[in-house]
Each structure stands twice: as C-alpha cells, then as structure tokens.
C-alpha cells in the first residue's frame, strides 16, 4: 500500500449505531488530518494530530472521536450520530503540521446516516 | 478568520478551449495559496502552491497560477484543457501565522467537453 489509505470506502449506520473509520498513512508523515465534505459545504478541517498528539479540534461535536495511537494511523470514532453527519470523510497527512507541507489525501470514507 | 471565495460552482469548457477557474481570498498579512484537484471517488491532490516568491506558479498537469496581492486572488488558468481535467477544484489559503488550517473555497466543477 501506498500513500494514505482509508476504510471503509462506504458506511451506512443508523443513529443508534457506533461505527469507526479508519486512516492509515505510509509515506512517513508526522501530521494527520480528519476533514468533512458535505454537499454544498466547503470542505472543513475537524481535527488535527502532530506527532500523535491532537493539536486542533475545530468545535467538532463530541459524537465524533478521534485517536491518533501511532504517526501512521488515525481512527475516527462515531457514536449516535445524526443525519446531517452524513458526508464523505477525508483523511490527509504531511510532513509536518505547517500549512507549507504538502497535505496527501486518501480517497475518503462515504458516511450515510440513517 | 479566512475565508475563501470561488466564483463559479460549474465552468463548462470544450476541449483544447483556455480555461480560468476564480479565486479571491479575505485579505491577511501573509499568506500561503493552493489549488487542489479532486477527481470522481478520489482525494485531493495538490495542484499547485504559492508559498513565496515568484507570483506565477507552476503546478502538475500544464496548470498555473498568479498570485495578486493587491486585488486578493489566486485564479488557476490552463491554455488547453483535456477531457481528463474534468474534475472538482478547490482553491484554498492559510494564515502563515494561524497554524496549520487550511481554508477551502466551495469549489468549481470544470466539465471538459468533446
């Protein structure tokens, strides 16, 4: 595997249900990133790692939880979400938390809410 | 706080046409600039960047950009485009003294046709 990978590509919960999603980056990166593309929204950042330590939590609500347990992976952990958190979830990592390294995304996880 | 502002949601454009996808910033002291490029059921990639420098920069795929202080913008030119262009592209910005955030425009869809 190369680059950033995410699963699962596609999630369908219901509300009451706890889900996680996870990343995984192989190019030796020191920041991770967790990002939310909704329809018609700009993209927006929920979360940052640097060197597994959250460094940015951008007023995302408590049902998303995130856990950095290593440079290389991040999980997003979802609990009684709701429908408008329906959205595709992007991950991304760089070399390091300055916004003049490159970011390297994945390809996304489609979240369906039901 | 940034914020960034792509005129157009959708430019549509026959192949080997110029195309110009707009982008204008609030202003900040200094900044960095981007331009992403998201395909069908894919990430973003990164394009191009303006971190310092030369105003015109030169990115991936034959795509350029220029850097205008004095009137905010940073708009993304090719002077012949392909059907594989077609995509989804962002334009985003970061204060260089804000952290590592990045803030993304709405994006423009460019839809490439024969």
């Known amino acids: 595997e190369t680059g950033v990978t995410q699963t699962p590509r596609h999630l369908v919960m219901g509300m009451t249900n706890k889900k996680s999603l996870k990343c995984e980056q192989h190019?030796?990166?020191?920041?991770m990133y967790w990002y939310k593309q909704s329809a018609k929204k700009p993209l927006e950042l929920m979360f940052v790692y640097n060197f597994k330590e959250q460094t940015e939590n951008n007023s995302v609500p408590s049902r998303f939880s995130p856990e950095c347990p290593n440079s290389s992976h991040l999980f997003l952990h979802l609990h009684t979400l709701q429908p408008e958190d329906s959205a595709l979830y992007l991950c991304?990592?760089?070399?390091?938390?300055?916004?003049?390294?490159?970011?390297?995304f994945g390809p996304g996880t489609r979240l369906t809410v039901t | 706080a940034q914020s960034v502002t792509q005129l157009d949601s959708q430019v549509p454009v026959f192949e080997e046409a110029p195309v110009e996808l707009r982008c204008n910033y609030s202003s900040s002291v200094s900044v960095y600039l981007f331009w992403y490029v998201q395909y069908p059921n894919q990430g973003l990639q990164l394009l191009l960047k303006?971190?310092?420098?030369?105003?015109l920069v030169k990115g991936i795929n034959g795509f350029e950009a220029e850097f205008n202080k004095s009137q905010t913008s940073f708009h993304l030119r090719k002077p012949s485009v392909h059907i594989s262009d077609t995509a989804e592209y962002f334009c985003?910005?970061?204060?260089?003294?804000?952290?590592?955030?990045?803030?993304f425009g709405g994006g423009t869809r460019l839809m490439v046709k024969p």
């Open positions: 985003a910005v970061s204060d260089r003294d804000a952290g590592n955030m990045l803030t």
């Open positions: 190019l030796g990166h020191n920041a």
């Open positions: 991304a990592s760089s070399q390091g938390r300055d916004t003049s390294y490159e970011q390297y």
């Open positions: 303006y971190l310092s420098g030369s105003t």
